[in-house]
């Protein structure tokens, strides 16, 4: 997985579309859970250009512990479309854009599991974990959970732990990373 360091991304910021992205699960494994909320952000360095919600029916039941973390309940995915339906949406809105995501072997794990259960191609945008840039621009943080970062930054409260809302905070500490000096 290609990953960009603060640096590169500086570099790339002013002539780039990224795709913020997150996705909500099952629960934490990508081999035996499955995504059931995806949110995407496409912007570059002036803004947001468009965005990308869904949920999605993963075929299994989602465990307690994260319906109660992201407020997701299987009444609620039940008769969606399911996660090879979502996957072609995805990736068509993605395109070559450079990804963002915190944490992003989380959420890239969930997702190369999930087109492999599909027979779908290798993912091979390149990535930028904000997790990672964060502790390069704002070294010395006591958390870089997205939720203390955002706190930290004076980014606006969102439904944290729903995909777009997160997607979206994701992309506020990647623009301010890039503008920190």
């Known amino acids: ?3 960009l360091n603060l ?5 790339l910021w002013p002539d780039t579309e990224f795709v913020a992205l997150d996705f909500e699960t ?12 995806i949110g995407a952000l496409r912007f570059n360095g002036v ?12 075929g299994m039941p989602i465990s307690p512990g994260a319906s109660r973390v992201n407020g997701i309940t299987n ?14 949406e995805l990736l068509e809105f993605i395109g070559k854009a450079l990804v963002v995501a915190h944490n992003a072997p989380f959420d890239i794990g969930f997702l190369k599991e999930a087109l492999k259960r599909i027979g779908k191609r290798r993912f091979t945008n390149k990535i930028a974990d904000t997790r990672l840039i ?14 203390n970062l955002a706190r930290f930054l004076a980014i606006p409260p969102s ?9 979206r905070v994701c992309k506020d500490i990647l623009a301010r990373a890039v503008a920190q000096i």
């Open 7 to 11: 640096a590169s991304v500086r570099t």
């Open 159 to 167: 439904s944290a732990h729903r995909a777009l809302d997160d997607a």
């Open 75 to 88: 009444a609620m995915v039940r008769g969606k479309q399911p996660c090879d339906k979502a996957l072609p």
């Open 134 to 147: 964060a502790r390069e621009a704002f070294p010395g943080l006591p958390s870089y959970a997205l939720q």
């Open 47 to 58: 803004g947001e250009i468009s965005s990308l919600s869904l949920l999605v029916d993963p």
């Open 1 to 3: 997985m290609p990953k």
């Open 26 to 37: 099952t629960g934490l494994n990508c081999r035996f859970d499955r995504i059931v909320e």
